[in-house]
């Protein structure tokens, strides 16, 4: 069975630490993406890492991947409360046929 | 540039009647994705088509969903009939070059 685990599913941080989100997965796919998604909103695309060793930063959020370890980690820098929101990972093929991990909620207080 | 567009936004109906969604992808985009999200499922990819032709309609729950896209610029998501345990997020998402992008998803409510 194909599979995309996420963890921690549940993050409450302070303003201004660091983490870092996991993502496994279980296909040969050699491109994951992340999406953010608010409440009731929809899915906002973050990143798309396409080979081994990617690594991409926008703002306070740096995603990188690494294919033979099928692992790929969401890490946060100095968490500002507008990041609260739900974090997924999604392993996907080239069409973009996706296979989503159940969602990382971060919650970011002052 | 128009992203995605769904409609309705919202829909709230009785069960046993028989519900369409709609979705008009990016223009220029070849795939187009049905998905669904629950509390209790997450997010799950119902069918897509790629060029207007269906290629996987294996996540479809039960016979009772259908899906067509009739041409480049439109698709159905069709439920008949409607149970209470449809009542979800239903996303739809179009990609060129795997560039996936998502519409704002209609939520359903069925009673």
């Known amino acids: 069975e194909l ?3 996420q963890n ?3 993050l409450s941080m302070q303003e201004g630490k660091n983490y870092t989100i996991y993502c496994n997965y279980s296909t040969t796919s050699d491109r994951l993406y992340w999406y953010r998604q608010d409440p009731g909103k929809s899915l906002e695309s973050l990143f798309v890492l396409l080979s081994n060793g990617a690594v991409k930063q926008e703002g306070r959020l740096m995603a990188s991947l690494d294919t033979k370890a099928r692992l790929s980690t969401l890490h946060i820098t100095a968490a500002v409360h507008d990041l609260s929101a739900t974090y ?3 392993d996907g093929g080239s069409q973009g046929n996706l ?4 969602g990382t909620k971060l919650s970011v207080k002052p | 540039d128009a992203g995605v567009i769904q409609s309705p936004r919202h829909e709230v109906t009785e069960m046993g009647q028989e519900v369409t969604l709609r979705c008009k ?3 220029g985009h070849d795939y187009l994705f049905w998905y669904r999200q629950t509390m209790m499922r997450g ?4 069918i897509y088509f790629n060029n207007n032709v269906p290629i996987d309609d294996s996540g479809m ?3 009772r969903f259908s899906a067509k896209m009739p041409n480049a610029s439109f698709s159905t998501l069709k439920i008949q009939p409607s149970e209470p345990r449809d009542s979800a997020v239903y996303f739809c998402a179009s990609s060129l070059a795997g560039s996936v992008h998502f519409g ?3 939520r359903l409510s069925i009673l």
């Open chain 1, 8 to 10: 921690p599913l549940f």
């Open chain 1, 88 to 90: 997924f990972c999604a």
């Open chain 2, 61 to 63: 729950p039960e016979d």
């Open chain 2, 43 to 46: 997010l799950e990819l119902l």
């Open chain 1, 99 to 102: 296979i989503f991990g159940k």
């Open chain 1, 3 to 5: 599979k995309v685990e």
């Open chain 2, 25 to 27: 992808p990016i223009s």
């Open chain 2, 104 to 106: 704002d998803g209609t």
